[in-house]
C-alpha cells in the first residue's frame, strides 16, 4: 500500500534562511497535496500538485512535484516566525472502486526563530 | 460559503461509554471523509461517504461507525470508548469522492478517560 514519508520530522531554523521540507511516496499516486496545521488547528489546504513537474508557489512557500522520482518538496524562502506551523503532505490512494484515500506523512514541525 | 462544520469540539468521555460525532460539509459538497489525529499515528483513515454510502473504510474496528444522511452531513459513532480513542477527528468535504480538493474542518477533540 502507499506509503508517504516526510522529512525532516522536527525544523528549527533562524528567520530570514531557507529550507526544504521533503515528501516521497512509495507508488503512483494520482496528486499530491501540502497542508498547514496550527496547534489545535483544523488542516487548511496550501497547495495541490496535479502533474509531474508542477510548481506553485504562494508567498515565501513554494512546492514542487517530481512524480517520476516520487518526489514533492515544499520550499520555505526567507522564513518568517507567522510560518511557524506543522506541515503535511498527503498523497491521493486509489481504491478499486476508483474511489480514494488520502495518506498523510507524519509531518514536519516548524519552529522559526526571531 | 460557509467552511466544514464539525460539533462539538471538545469532548470528554468516560472508557466504555459511547459518542456521536457530526460533521455538516461544505454546500453542494456530497463526499464526507473522517482522519483520526493522534501522536503516535498521525492522521490515518477512517472512512468516506458519498450520497449516503460509506464507500471505503480504514483499519479500525467495527467501533468506529458512521452515517451520512439525505442533505450530505455526516455523522461517526464510536462505542466502548477506550483511552486510545483520544484523538482530534477531523471530517473533511469534497466535492466528488476524494480525488478532487478536500477541505477540512475545525476537528473534535475527544478525550476518553
Known amino acids: 500500500e502507499l506509503k508517504v514519508e516526510q522529512n525532516p520530522l522536527f525544523l528549527s531554523m533562524q528567520e530570514g534562511k531557507n529550507y526544504t521540507i521533503y515528501c516521497n511516496y512509495s507508488t503512483t499516486s494520482d496528486r499530491l497535496y501540502w497542508y498547514r496545521q496550527d496547534p489545535g488547528k483544523s488542516l487548511e489546504s496550501l497547495f495541490v500538485?496535479?502533474?509531474?513537474?508542477a510548481v506553485k508557489q504562494e508567498g515565501r512557500l513554494m512546492a514542487s512535484l517530481d512524480t517520476k522520482a516520487r518526489l514533492s518538496t515544499l520550499h520555505i524562502t526567507a522564513a518568517v516566525h507567522d510560518l511557524s506551523a506543522t506541515y503535511f503532505c498527503a498523497a491521493t490512494y486509489a481504491f478499486t472502486s476508483g474511489t480514494y484515500k488520502y495518506i498523510f506523512g507524519t509531518g514536519t514541525r516548524l519552529k522559526v526563530l526571531a | 460559503k460557509a467552511g466544514v462544520t464539525q460539533t462539538p469540539r471538545y469532548l470528554i468521555k468516560t472508557r466504555g461509554q459511547q459518542v456521536t460525532l457530526s460533521c455538516s460539509p461544505i454546500s453542494g459538497h456530497r463526499s464526507v471523509s473522517w482522519y483520526q489525529q493522534t501522536p503516535g499515528q498521525g492522521l490515518q483513515f477512517l472512512f468516506e461517504y458519498f450520497s449516503e454510502t460509506q464507500r471505503n473504510k480504514g483499519n479500525f474496528p467495527g467501533r468506529f461507525s458512521g452515517r451520512q444522511f439525505s442533505n450530505s452531513r455526516s455523522e461517526m459513532n464510536v462505542s466502548t470508548l477506550e483511552l486510545g480513542d483520544s484523538a482530534l477527528y477531523l471530517c473533511?468535504?469534497?466535492?466528488?469522492?476524494?480525488?478532487?480538493?478536500?477541505?477540512f474542518g475545525q476537528g473534535t477533540r475527544l478525550t476518553v478517560v
Open positions: 473533511a468535504s469534497s466535492s466528488r469522492p476524494m480525488n478532487t480538493e478536500a477541505f
Open positions: 500538485l496535479l502533474s509531474n513537474g
